[in-house]
């Protein structure tokens, strides 16, 4: 199963990004190899309509699940869509997300948060 989290950076120490559409990076993490398994840059830059762009995007990187820290309506459409499952964290390191996601801390979203 693999799991994407905009992030600040390419390891697992890095921090979540706050900013799902615009983030410059999403880790996708596979969790039964447990290892992360890409590094998708974001290179999308239009003013307007990037969470069902960037959503897409995920979607055909064969994601199961996104943890981020806010999701727009438009983003999460396509994300339902998609089959993709969203759940909310905090800003934390990759790595205590990922943990938290396993041990079934983490709020699993059913609408857009804003």
Do not use: C, W
Not at 45 to 71: D, F, R, T, W, Y
Not at 100 to 111: C, D, F, R
Request: charged share 25%; proline share 2%; aromatic share 6%.
């Amino acid at each position: 199963m693999k799991i994407a989290i905009p992030s600040q950076g390419k390891t697992l120490d890095s921090l979540s990004n706050d900013r799902f559409a615009r983030a410059e990076l999403f880790v996708i993490y596979d969790l039964d190899k447990g290892e992360i398994v890409e590094i998708i840059e974001n290179t999308a830059n239009e003013a307007h309509g990037m969470g069902p762009k960037v959503s897409q995007m995920l979607a055909e990187k064969g994601v199961n699940v996104l943890i981020l820290e806010s999701v727009g309506k438009n983003a999460f459409e396509v994300l339902k869509a998609a089959g993709i499952e969203v759940y909310l964290t905090k800003k934390d390191t990759l790595a205590n997300i990922i943990e938290n996601y396993k041990n079934g801390k983490l709020e699993k979203v059913e609408n857009a948060t804003h």
